[in-house]
């Protein structure tokens, strides 16, 4: 079945250091996102990616990283530039704008 | 400037009884609308959405929205809800700009169905 898988599901991270979100796709979709969720609250856009080799910020930028090297692939690094990283991280992506399929998300815990 | 409204927080309703949750939006151009689901610690699931024609859209588990452009409006309902219906639905808008599709969330609404 096509989807999108995110790896790990629990994640947690010492302060100061970096740590990478994984995200693969096998739905032939040419975007992809990285949202974050905070409890009780929607989901923010930090970067996404519309083709291979391209990336664009999005509202929540800073302290995170992208890259696209591959159609499939979409990670994420929480960078200790990140302030207050502890959150539910969502990647999804879309076709053409007719809606996103996400995938189960990693709850990144700072210990 | 692009902006999703979802008008309830929290929703409680009885099992059984008809449930509305309401979302507004505000687009400058032409858009395609979505309503999402995400049950705990999972990631959000396509309900349905409005891309063109039919003003009624019908969705997954007897859910159904209906567009009102004179409103700008995409309210969600269900006649009957049920247990398992309880979860956080999040309404969003897309239009196209600067050669792609831009996607703003609502900031959700809680549905709990109480026995």
């Known amino acids: 079945d096509g989807g999108i898988t995110q790896s790990p599901k629990y994640l947690f991270r010492k302060e100061g250091q970096n740590v990478t979100l994984s995200c693969e796709q096998n739905l032939n979709h040419d975007a992809m996102y990285w949202y974050r969720q905070d409890p009780g609250q929607g989901l923010r856009l930090i970067y996404y990616s519309q083709i291979v080799n391209d990336f664009q910020k999005g509202d929540i930028a800073e302290g995170y990283s992208v890259s696209r090297e591959k159609k499939e692939s979409f990670p994420l690094t929480v960078t200790s530039a990140q302030k207050n990283p502890t959150a539910f991280y969502l990647c999804?992506?879309?076709?053409?704008?007719?809606?996103?399929?996400f995938g189960s998300g990693t709850r990144l815990t700072v210990v | 400037a692009q902006s999703v409204t979802q008008l309830d927080s929290q929703v409680p309703v009885f099992e059984e009884a008809p449930v509305e949750l309401r979302c507004n939006y505000s687009s400058s151009v032409s858009v395609y609308l979505f309503w999402y689901v995400q049950y705990p610690n999972q990631g959000l699931q396509l309900l349905l959405k409005?891309?063109?024609?039919?003003?009624l859209v019908k969705g997954i588990n007897g859910f159904e929205a209906e567009f009102n452009k004179s409103q700008t409006s995409f309210h969600l309902r269900k006649p009957s809800v049920h247990i398992s219906d309880t979860a956080e639905y999040f309404c969003a808008v897309s239009d196209k700009r600067d050669g792609g599709f831009k996607t703003i969330f609502g900031a959700g609404t809680r549905l709990f169905v109480k026995a």
């Open positions: 999804a992506s879309s076709l053409s704008g007719h809606g996103y399929t």
């Open positions: 409005y891309l063109s024609g039919s003003t």
